[in-house]
């Protein structure tokens, strides 16, 4: 069965003692609320990795970096290697998330190596993936879909699939407050989870865990997590304040199985 995820990524958002006192809520709510059904995820900013992990000490708060370098190391100014995110302590990592992608140039070949890289050096990535609003409305969205995934996860074996997790995110309910209804979420999940079924497996199809993105609330999350093939969220403006992110991580914990 995949797991069960509410993550948080924060994108470039909450200084260093804000960052500080979200760990630590998240912490303290866990240690007094232990979850059983689901892994809960930050993603600070960069500079935050150390702190954010000497913070988290719960073992049910991983840390995740929100991108990360396809090289090993060299002349790469302003990159973060694999290697040094597992020194900061993170596990996972957030790749091809679209705003790399449209604001940052970053096509699927590079996130292709990403994947492969952050996989080779034992990082868990995150794969984003998700349609603009003009390719739903020309109903392109699941065909844009599969072309992700096929690029995205190109090269890679079945039995690495495990440790891959794929975050849905259509373009259009990123930060703009409006959300998939839960039948188009649950729509693509189940595109996502029959792709992953014929291309690897039923077995990998059933371990992968997919994520929601995009406008996620503690308003809509039941519903959300109320879907099949839901397996969690990746939600950035509601994971940066302390009640909603909370609140999103006890619906889940009550919902998702
Ligand atoms: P919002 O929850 O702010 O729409 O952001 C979603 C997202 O991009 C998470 O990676």
Known sequence: MARKIVAGNWKMNLHLKEGQALVQATNEYLNQNPVEHIDVIIAPPAYQ?????????????????????????????????????????????????????TLFGEDDALINAKVKKALSKGLYPILCIGESLEQRQSNVHQAHIKA??????EGLAADELYRVIIAYEPIWAIGTGE??????????????????????????ADEVSILYGGSVKPANARDLFGQPDIDGALIGGASIVKDSFLDIIQVGEEILR
């Open 148 to 153: 992700q995934l096929d690029a995205g996860l």
């Open 49 to 101: 990795l150390c702190q954010s992990v000497f913070n988290s000490g719960n073992k049910k708060l991983s840390i995740a970096a929100q991108n990360m370098a396809a090289q090993d190391n060299g002349a790469f100014t302003g990159e973060l290697s694999a290697s040094m995110l597992i020194d900061s302590g993170a596990e996972l990592v957030i790749l091809g998330h679209s705003e790399r992608r």
């Open 179 to 204: 959300t998939a209804s839960p039948e188009q979420a649950q729509n693509m999940h189940s595109f996502i989870r029959k792709y992953l079924s014929e291309k690897y497996s039923a077995t990998v």
